[in-house]
């Protein structure tokens, strides 16, 4: 059983199009996030969500909207689709925030916009 | 602000020699720290992590690091390299409020016979 997993793993699309990336984790964690990584393998922090509430929103396009119908899915949801958009987006778990505890990986969704 | 830097992109080793990746952090708070591998084309999967509880700790597959708070440093070694520790290593910190992780840009690990 993967514990987060991500669907798709790859994704090419065009410019303009609409795509979203599904996250699901079976670890019964209350925390979810996205992190972006760019070609550059620099990883950052896009969102985080707690017990399905929004607790953290770094300086992301609003292009980009997660969403969490449950406390066992997040879902990134990107508008229009821009070039810069490529990268690779891990979803992650933890328990009760990160904190000290270990943070669990997707396998990641290798975007690739032409 | 709480961020790490990891000295060195790129480190190469022979297979069987000592392994020393660099990461220095910067915390307006008692830090909780954080190794992380990269095997290509995967996600992130911890190494070890510095919760305060003791300043040196084990961690997976032989790997150790040591929480120096001195030299503000928490560097990841292992004494004995082999093929398959090839990969990515990624340093961080959590952020202040506790609810995310803050990387390094990185360290690639070669390894040759």
């Known amino acids: 059983d993967t514990a987060v997993s991500q669907t798709p793993k790859y994704l090419v699309t065009q410019m303009g199009n609409d795509k979203s990336i599904k996250c699901e984790q079976n670890?019964?964690?209350?925390?979810m996030y996205w992190y972006k990584q760019d070609s550059k393998k620099f990883l950052k922090i896009m969102f985080s969500y707690n017990n399905k509430e929004l607790i953290i929103n770094e300086t992301v396009p609003n292009r980009f909207s997660p969403k969490s119908p449950d406390k066992a899915h997040l879902n990134l949801h990107i508008n229009s689709l821009e070039l810069g958009d490529s990268a690779v987006y891990f979803c992650?778990?933890?328990?009760?925030?990160?904190?000290?505890?270990?943070?669990?990986f997707g396998q990641g969704t290798r975007l690739t916009v032409v | 602000a709480q961020s790490v830097t990891q000295l060195g992109s790129h480190v190469s080793v022979s297979e069987g020699a000592l392994v020393l990746l660099r990461c220095n952090y910067s915390?307006?708070?008692?830090?909780?720290l954080f190794w992380y591998v990269q095997y290509p084309n995967q996600g992130l999967q911890l190494l070890l992590k510095?919760?305060?509880?003791?300043?040196l700790v084990k961690g997976i597959n032989g790997f150790e690091a040591e929480f120096k708070k001195s030299e503000t440093s928490f560097h990841l070694t292992k004494p004995s390299a082999h093929m398959s520790d090839a990969a990515e290593y990624f340093c961080a910190v959590t952020n202040q409020a506790g609810t995310a992780l803050i990387f390094g840009k990185g360290t690639t690990l070669s390894v040759s016979s």
């Open positions: 992650a778990s933890s328990q009760e925030g990160t904190g000290d505890t270990e943070a669990f």
């Open positions: 915390s307006s708070v008692p830090p909780y």
């Open positions: 510095y919760t305060s509880a003791a300043t």
């Open positions: 670890l019964g964690h209350d925390t």
